[in-house]
């Protein structure tokens, strides 16, 4: 007879809530597995039983968490993220781990209440930042410079084009910053500019918004892309919980 595989408890996220609440079932490695959730006074940790092991965040896995924390948003105004991968060995740890947390969920509550978060990436079109550079003359005959040159020989008026490309990079950068985040800033309750990812990104912002904003909100963004569409690209995504302006670590107590 084939080995029972041992079962943990995988955390998707935390509610608040004052009653029993059903979310259906989720698909997990090909399982439908029953969505629950673990109670302590007007707290609750949403989750479902799975085999105990590390679940690596490939694009499947990162979509079952993703879409069942939408789902819980769909019906729960009080919603506190946890991060992808979390599995605790048994029910009884879930509930020690939210007995533990729950004076920082009874803060956290009325904060975010109501609320979700949005992303936003810009990323500038390629052709776009090309012709930026070659607007500085110095930076045309530097690239000239280097042309046709051995690399050895090149080695430092790369270094200094590389200089100069990075430098206009940071002023498009402060550019966005004051034409496209600093407005949306004034919508949202809180704002984040995280550090950009590659050479190309522009802004990675978050935006903890009421969700009585989020059409004005949305508008704003739609109005900025008309504006900039030209010269950079959009990355617009949520609603999620607010990933970006909570901090919950997770561990249970060793008794």
Known sequence: MAEQEEQGIYLFCGIQTDQEDEFGTV??????????????????MVCAEVPMKIYHPNKENLMFHQNTV????????????ISFGNVFKTKDDVKVLLENLYPQFKKLFPEIKGKIELGLKVIGKKEWLESKVNEN?????????????????????????????????TEIQNEIKTEIFAPLEETAEAAKANDPLGEKMLLNASFLVDRNQEEV?????????????????FNYTGPWPAYNFVNIRLSVEES
């Open 137 to 169: 003359p110095e930076a045309v005959k530097k690239a000239e410079a280097v042309r046709g040159k051995s690399e050895a020989a090149s080695y430092y008026e790369r270094i200094q084009l590389g200089g100069m490309a990075q430098k206009m990079v």
């Open 70 to 81: 939408s789902k819980v948003m769909d019906q729960k105004d009080t919603v506190i993220p």
């Open 27 to 44: 698909e997990i490695e090909g399982r439908e597995r029953e969505i629950f959730t673990i109670r302590h006074e007007d707290a609750a």
């Open 217 to 233: 909100f949305d508008q704003k963004v739609n109005e900025a892309h008309e504006k900039w569409k030209d010269k950079v690209d």
